[in-house]
């Protein structure tokens, strides 16, 4: 993962790592190529025995990173006869030319062509890493260094620069599959044999795709399907290995019969496949000698067996086949790329973002927001940035895709850390801010700036993000708008409390005021506003929100449940100052109409009636907490209680009323039961006075005897269903002068109609010690029949009373005529009689008068 980092360096800084002095230094600037590009150290080598020195660069001009690839003509001086120096020049001066001549997004992308010195030959490519055979290298002697035996007679001369790299399991099989469709390419596109693949002809880019090159020793083929074989030179000890392919991985029928075809290309890939996973070692190891060549080739099938357990087990099959001796049974480049191996997702996005360039705007933008950003997830991180960060960031320059190119940039930024954000994605994707921007791309960033936000040094949000937002509200699309404010809900934290109080609410208000009947606005205005209410100051609330919320048309059920939301909010805390006048004057009559709308469901409903009693509640503690402070309660029933009983007869305290000469006598021919029945039909005195008939023979009614000789028996029975109570006369001894008191209800009314009351009115009981009786606690008990009472009952019945008041019979005279004169005698204990003119007695009463 160290290496990845490396990849998104700048130029500058890496080459000011890179440039070192030296012979080769001195050599370069002898070659035209200096002058278009700024070279650097060497970091890889790749072709024939390796002779193409790589190193990294970058264009001059626009500061393209890329790599030049330089041989030094010393080197065939060196090693071979000055005669064949020429040669050798001359084949790799091909090759590029050939590179040029077949491109395809799987071979070696050529930038800059050949340019020949008298010393050098260079040209300039692709950035790369380095070649799979120093990659390879590398992993051999670790593998030495592991313990694995491995006879160091036969291993082949390393590179000086092997390079450090761990493959993961998809890059093998996305490496494969790529020299695979390079090779498909050649066959059946270009018409021709590669004849060199080997380790060191794939090149291994920075961005981790497997490159063909080496096209030094390639063969033209005249059929169309190339299958069957053309002669070809066999590999001699008499050419400079230079000038041959490696020989390790040469095809058996090349070697034995001098004749190639596409399939011996096969067979190359098939080596390359077992060198890979046998830790570099390839399993034939000739040290280029034709005879050890072919000892270890009639080994090569139990080579094979050997190490097939180390290859995925969807390749073996295919690997066996590929290393057949027999051509037949070898499958084309077409055909090996059908395999289940290579049936992945995965890798097949992989490949496809190889091939973008080629793409319409149409295709591009389906696969950036669908086909990649499903398949990132389940591709490394490692190749994320090593990968496929370097193709969107050349993509994020172009406006017509940018909005789709957005959707995995993201995925990356949530899914990187901190560290891997600032260093490798902010340096490019903070151009992205300021950049102009369609209005989908726009919007994508807007509804995603949380994620952006949430890694973003905040220097960076200051300077690069929060302008881009504010200018967003300014937009005449709605769609831009919309987006603001969702991105104000999302990172509301982000923003200090004055940009929210003096930029963020009036920016706010006014989409709103702009796009009243819009829906989707206002939600997301309401949202905006709920998200930073606890920001705002009490009087920008009073003053700006709560008109605001007001102004809202409720119609919707979602605009409705979310201004409840909010006044739910403000009925949590007492610093958003919605007092209970706001709730009884503002806020109720514009929710209570909502409790009828026949859009809310039970849910929004439930919560409406939720906040209306709470808002109810808070109006009712504070108004009793007032009132109470002011000495006043709330109207009640029980506040009025004393006043409707104040002149009520219950609670009258009347002196004691004294009839001279009475005495009462307990009853002793009925019971209660008979007393109720006699009432219930019609006794003499209720029955007369409650409407009943007088003249049943069971009736109870008073009969005055003596006393009024001349009154008739039908004068005597009362009738009045309300007795007025009024003081005496004044001759009456123990009257009670005074004004007329309170009606007092008969006892006949129902029981549920008598008011409660603690005090007595029944007339006191006379001579109760003398002759042990008790005054019935009963509705027919004694009334006090004064002045007023009876005057009631001359104005109806004026033959019924006699006139005046005369001492202490004027009571008498006023309960009527038609006592009974009975005679009888009265023996005292004293032996005292009284005769029988003396005493009058009311037998239905009981009353004695003496």
Known sequence: MKDTFKFSMPATTMFSKFKSGGGAQNSLETNPIGQYFEIGKQVACA?????????DAYRKNDGKECSVFIFEKRCAEKLHKPKRKETVTEILRASVKQLERFRHPKILHVLH???????TLAFASEPVYAS????????????????????????????????????????????????????????????????????????????GTWKLAGLEFIERINDVDGVEPIPCQPWTSRLSKMAQPNLDYTAPETQTQSVCSILSDMFSLGMV????????????QSGNSTSAYLKQLELLEDQVHNILPKIPLPLQEATVRLLSKDTRQRPTAQLLTLIKYFSDPSVQALQFLDVINMKDPTQKAHFYRITLKEALPFIPKKMWYQHIWPSLQQEMRSQ??????????????????????????????????SAPKTVQATVTLLEHLHIILEKTPRDDIRTEVLPMLYNAFESTTIQVQNAALIAVTNVSDYLDDTSIRRIILAKTKAIYEKNQTDLK??????????????????????DEVLPLLNDIRLADPQITLRVVNIYRLMLSDKKYGLTVNLMATKVMPSLLPQTVNPSLNLEHFTILMEVLQEML??????????????????????RHRPLRHQYSSDNMHVPPFNIPNLRIEQRKTSSAEDMARKNSTGGMLGGWWFGGSPSSPDSNFLRVVNAFPNRRLSDNTLMTPKIRIAPSCASSPGGTPGGGLPIRRHSSIGPQERRGSTVNLSPPTLARSMIGGSMPNTSSSVPFLLSSSMQSIRSRRPSAVLGGSQGSQGLLQQLGSGMVRLTSSYQPANGRTFSSSSVRKCP???????
């Open 400 to 433: 017509e895709v940018l909005a789709a190119v957005l959707q995995p940039v993201l995925y990356l930024i949530q899914d990187s850390t901190v560290e891997e954000y600032e260093t490798i994605l902010l340096p490019s994707f903070r151009s992205v801010f």
């Open 844 to 850: 239905s009463l009981n009353i004695t008068f003496s």
């Open 617 to 638: 509640d808070q109006i009712d503690r504070n108004q009793r907490n007032k009132l109470k402070l002011d000495n006043l309660s709330l109207p009640s029933p029980e």
């Open 273 to 284: 496949i077992c060198s890979i996973f046998n830790n570099g070692r390839p399993l034939i």
């Open 521 to 542: 606005i206002v939600s997301n205005v309401l949202s905006c506003v709920e998200r930073t209410l606890g920001r705002l100051d009490k009087g920008q609330i009073i």
């Open 47 to 55: 072709g024939p025995e390796l002779v193409w020195k790589i190193h």
């Open 113 to 119: 062509s050949i340019e020949e010195c008298a010393d």
């Open 132 to 207: 799979l055979a120093n990659i390879l290298a590398c992993h051999e002697m670790n593998a030495i260094q592991s313990g694995i035996n491995t006879a160091s007679n036969q291993l082949p001369q390393r590179p000086q620069h092997a390079r450090e790299y761990n493959f993961l399991d998809i890059e093998y099989k996305y490496g494969i599959l790529q020299i695979t469709e390079a090779l498909s390419f050649l066959h059946y596109t270009g018409h021709v044999l590669h004849r060199n693949v080997c380790p060191s002809s794939i090149l291994v880019t920075k961005k």
